[in-house]
Each structure stands twice: as C-alpha cells, then as structure tokens.
C-alpha cells in the first residue's frame, strides 16, 4: 500500500471507488468518437475536393458582373509584325493561307451512310505576332489581370485548326457518351475534363487514318490559340474594338441569353476560324501560370512543364462580359464545367 500524507486515511475512510462503467458504454463512446473523427475527416476531403469548383464559381460570378466598355490603350505592331505568306512548304506540303480539310468520322449513330459526322479544319500558317495586352488599362478594370504582359512571338512551323468548336455530335461519335449541360448536337460539347481529352485525342487519333497523314490530333498550346484568334489582328477582338465588334463575332453575357449556342453562327475571323470569342472557353494544353509570359520562350512556347492551379482556358464564354472574351484574356481551370469545351489541332 502507497504512503499516504496524515490525515489522508481519515479523508478517504467510508469511501469506496466509483463503479466502473459496463463494457457496452464504453463500446459506445469509442465508437461515438470515431464517429465524429470520421466525420471531420470527410468534412475536410469535401472541402479540398471542392476547393476549385468553388473557386471556378465564385470568379465566374464575380466577372460576370456587367461593365461598361473602356477604351483600351493598343500599341500598333503591324509594321514590326509580317503578314504570313500566302503559301507554305510545312513538311514536304504546299499550304495556303485559308485552306480547309475535312476528316470524315463515319455515319450518324443510327442513321444510314449518307448522314456523316465530319471535323472542318483550317490551315494556319506559320509566323510572328504580339501576344498578350499593354495591361495598364486593363488594371483597372480588373486588377487580377496582369497576366497578360505584351511580347513577341514566333511560330516556326503552321498547323491545322479546327472551324469550329468540338460539338457534341463529333465528342458522341468518339467516345459514345455526351457529357454536356446544354443539350444539342451542334452545340459545343461541354463538361470535359483535361482528363477527358487525352482519351478523346487517343481514340480519335487511333481511329482516323486521314488525321495520321496529317500528324496527331490535339489541344492547341496557348500561343497558337491566340495567334489564330488574332489571325494579323491586334484588336481587342477579332472583328474589333468595341461590343459591338464582339457581338458580330461571339456569344457573351449580352447577347447568349445564358445558354451556348449552335457552332458557326455568327462572324468568322479573318483566318475563317468560328467562336474564337465566347460561346464556351477552350483548353489549351498549358500548365497556367500567372507569370509565365515574363519569362517564356520567344519561339514556338509551350507552356510551364507543370503547375498547381489547372490548365490554361482562352476565349471567354456564354457568361462574360466584353472584357473576358478578348483576344488575350487568359483563364485557369482543374475540372470541366459546363462552360469549358475546346477546338483541336493536328500537327506533326
């Protein structure tokens, strides 16, 4: 028996230890504290899980707020800047400026041979352009946009883009599913992932023996979208300078009534690419960082080698304002939503 101080004997006399709780309590509140162990844990994958979603929504929301149109202060490039040739040696071909291809992927899923899902493609040549925006005007309309710092450009060899925006008919008769909110076989598919799209590239590659003659089908790097996009132009957009120029070319928040619209529907640029400004945001393949243009390559960039806040999107969207479906407006995104699609290229 322990030593006890004096007095102590007398304190603890006629005391007896508390009973000891029934085994099935006890079971009970271990399993209730794991209960809530596990709960908190889930509580914080939820979160995590959610974390980009969350932040896709809330700049969505936050730049969906209408503004009025600022003049935009543009350096005049087009006397450092050539116009590509009207013709281009690119691997043992002649191409032109404005030649079109067609790849046929076979019939309508329940039709007969006549009715064919086919890609329109657009010859882009090689050359050199501004990339980006002078940026000091552009603070003060959004301060987050200072991303966009102006330098040249150069790219060595041309490629073929598509016409359009990939619909949904095209992703369907690829993949054999639609994973689009807006439901409509010419509507741009949307909903797709980056993970998405290296399956759609492999299969389409695998099962297309024209676009093999060609090189390999893929997403445009994030030079070559905006480099087509411009197609010489140094505007705001492709059409021009003012909301008005940009309701000819696209559908934003003024005039899409919330919703995409079927491809090919309002004014093409000068290179004959459609919805290069709205409708839906395009993947490119590039890591994005806020920073990169400060230290990218003049020639032929193909992005950071890696990243930790998503993929490159260019192009603005449905839900957008003027400012967000400019030529150099750049995005960044992990997952897709029902705002994102995308436009291929094929390339050796």
């Given amino acids: 028996m322990k030593d006890q101080l004096p007095g102590q004997e007398?304190?603890?006399?006629?005391?007896?230890?508390?009973?000891?709780?029934?085994?099935?309590?006890?079971?009970?509140?271990?399993?209730?504290?794991?209960?809530?162990?596990?709960?908190?844990?889930l509580l914080v994958a939820l979160l995590l899980g959610c974390y980009y979603k969350i932040n896709d929504l809330a700049l969505t929301l936050s730049r969906m707020m209408k503004k009025p149109d600022r003049p935009v202060t543009r350096v005049v490039i087009s006397s450092e800047i050539p116009a590509p040739p009207p013709q281009v040696v690119d691997d043992g071909k002649v191409h032109t400026l404005g030649e079109e291809m067609s790849i046929d992927l076979g019939p309508l899923t329940g039709s007969n041979q006549n009715d064919r899902v086919k890609m329109e493609f657009v010859w882009v040549p090689p050359g050199e352009f501004m990339m980006g925006s002078v940026g000091e005007s552009l603070v003060e309309v959004y301060e987050s946009w200072y991303d966009e710092t102006q330098h040249k450009v150069k790219l060595s060899k041309g490629f073929w883009m598509g016409k359009y925006e990939v619909t949904q008919e095209q992703w369907e008769k690829v993949t054999g599913r639609n994973p689009s909110y807006f439901i409509g076989a010419k509507l741009p598919v949307?909903?797709?992932?980056?993970?998405?799209?290296?399956?759609?590239?492999?299969?389409?590659?695998?099962?297309?023996?024209?676009?093999?003659?060609?090189?390999?089908?893929?997403?445009?790097?994030?030079?070559?979208?905006?480099?087509?996009?411009?197609?010489?132009?140094?505007?705001?957009?492709?059409?021009?300078?003012?909301?008005?120029?940009?309701?000819?070319?696209?559908?934003?928040?003024?005039?899409?009534?919330?919703?995409?619209?079927?491809?090919?529907?309002?004014?093409?640029?000068?290179?004959?690419?459609?919805?290069?400004?709205?409708?839906?945001?395009?993947?490119?393949?590039?890591?994005?960082?806020?920073?990169?243009?400060?230290?990218?390559?003049?020639?032929?960039?193909?992005?950071?080698?890696?990243?930790?806040?998503?993929?490159?999107?260019?192009?603005?969207?449905w839900g957008y304002d003027p400012v967000g479906c400019r030529s150099a407006i750049r995005n960044n995104a992990y997952d897709g939503f029902y705002g994102i699609g995308f436009r291929i290229v094929i390339s050796h």
């Avoid at 509140?29 to 844990?41: D, H, P």
């Avoid at 491809?263 to 290179?271: D, R, T």
């Fill in 10 to 41: 007398a304190e603890n006399h006629g005391k007896t230890a508390p009973p000891a709780l029934p085994a099935a309590v006890n079971e009970q509140r271990r399993k209730s504290r794991l209960i809530k162990i596990l709960k908190v844990l």
């Fill in 190 to 317: 949307e909903r797709v992932s980056h993970k998405d799209l290296e399956r759609f590239f492999e299969q389409l590659n695998y099962m297309s023996q024209q676009i093999a003659k060609e090189g390999s089908a893929r997403l445009p790097t994030e030079a070559e979208w905006e480099y087509a996009c411009r197609a010489g132009t140094t505007n705001r957009y492709n059409t021009g300078d003012t909301e008005a120029d940009l309701a000819a070319a696209g559908w934003y928040s003024g005039n899409s009534e919330s919703k995409t619209h079927e491809v090919g529907q309002k004014k093409p640029n000068a290179w004959g690419l459609y919805d290069m400004h709205g409708n839906v945001w395009e993947w490119c393949e590039d890591w994005y960082i806020e920073n990169y243009y400060k230290t990218s390559p003049l020639v032929d960039p193909k992005g950071p080698s890696s990243g930790i806040i998503g993929y490159v999107i260019r192009g603005g969207s």
